[in-house]
């Protein structure tokens, strides 16, 4: 019997080693996106810690300049000073110890809920009539010069005309509001529901769209950016408003009676930590409303 002879591809193939099995391919992704990826965490970080540090030195600049004033006027309170008065107000701010005798807290909630209630009515009656002078060129002509003779007039000069008209400061406070944040919301509602891109009224032009049906798939959804806009900004004024409208009231309740009621006493310190209680809550507002918009902005594009 011959010996069996292996064959040489036979050999050679046992003694080499199998192959790994290949990898799949890794996405393509485009030039630097990969360490924009990895980077976008800590550079967000970075960019906070930016905003804080240069947020620090703007307070410290005002800080220095606030002190080298209050050295040169002995009567204006010092930083420290209004920091201490600050804390010690909002320690206890709902007490009340009888009607001249509240605190900071109560002042506050007063003012929030006559600049409440005279916004959402600014708010209920701006809207509507923003939409009709953008949508419609008989209404833009017969009220938008009414508008732009009565946005000029100061908030203050309203008053006197709101106290006869109502008899009550309180009321008369609430209209001077109403009057303020009007204009606004007019004027920004109006211009971006004046702004809809012609394609969209073509849209509804071949649906045959009905008066509602293009007020709510294309007036106002088109128009919601420019509305918030006009609401943003009116609820600034109306916060910088009230203050001045309750130094000139006498029904002895809000922030403006109680920094004008602080001065009057001599307290010039509970003016100024009343000034950063009245900046606070502002930019609380502004903050609620900017994050409020964007959510809605966002529902009604989606």
């Not at 509804?204 to 806009?229: C, D, E, K, S």
Request: charged share 15%; proline share 8%.
């Amino acid at each position: 019997m011959s010996p069996t002879i292996e064959s040489p591809v036979t050999v050679e193939t046992a003694s080499k080693p199998a192959a790994p099995s290949p990898r799949p391919p890794r996405p393509v992704l485009p030039d630097g996106a990969e360490s924009r990826l990895g980077a976008r965490p800590a550079h967000g970080l970075r960019r906070f810690l930016a905003s804080v540090a240069w947020a620090g030195v703007g307070f410290a600049v005002f800080a220095a300049l606030w002190q080298l004033a209050a050295w040169r006027a002995p009567d204006l309170p010092t930083p420290s000073e209004t920091f201490d008065r600050l804390r010690s107000l909002l320690g206890d701010p709902f007490y009340d110890k009888g009607p001249n005798d509240k605190g900071v807290g109560r002042h506050a909630l007063l003012s929030l809920q006559k600049v409440g209630t005279g916004f959402a009515a600014a708010a209920i009656v701006g809207i509507p009539l923003g939409i009709s002078m953008g949508a419609s060129s008989r209404a833009w002509r017969a009220m938008n010069p009414l508008v732009q003779l009565l946005r000029p007039v100061s908030p203050l000069a309203w008053f006197p005309i709101a106290l006869a008209a109502s008899s009550d400061s309180w009321r008369a406070g609430i209209m001077v509001i109403f009057v303020t944040a009007l204009w606004p919301t007019v004027v920004s509602t109006a211009a971006a529901a004046a702004a809809i891109p012609p394609e969209q009224l073509d849209v509804a032009r071949v649906f045959q769209f009905g008066r509602v049906a293009r007020l709510r798939h294309i007036l106002v959804p088109n128009a919601l950016p420019g509305i918030f806009t006009g609401l943003r900004l009116s609820m600034g004024i109306a916060w910088m408003v009230i203050v001045a409208v309750e130094m000139l009231s006498s029904n002895g309740a809000g922030l403006g009676f109680f920094v004008w009621d602080s001065y009057n006493t001599g307290s010039v310190v509970n003016v100024s930590a009343t000034i950063g209680i009245i900046g606070i809550i502002g930019v609380a507002l502004d903050m609620f409303f900017l994050r409020f918009a964007r959510h809605f902005t966002q529902e009604a594009s989606a």
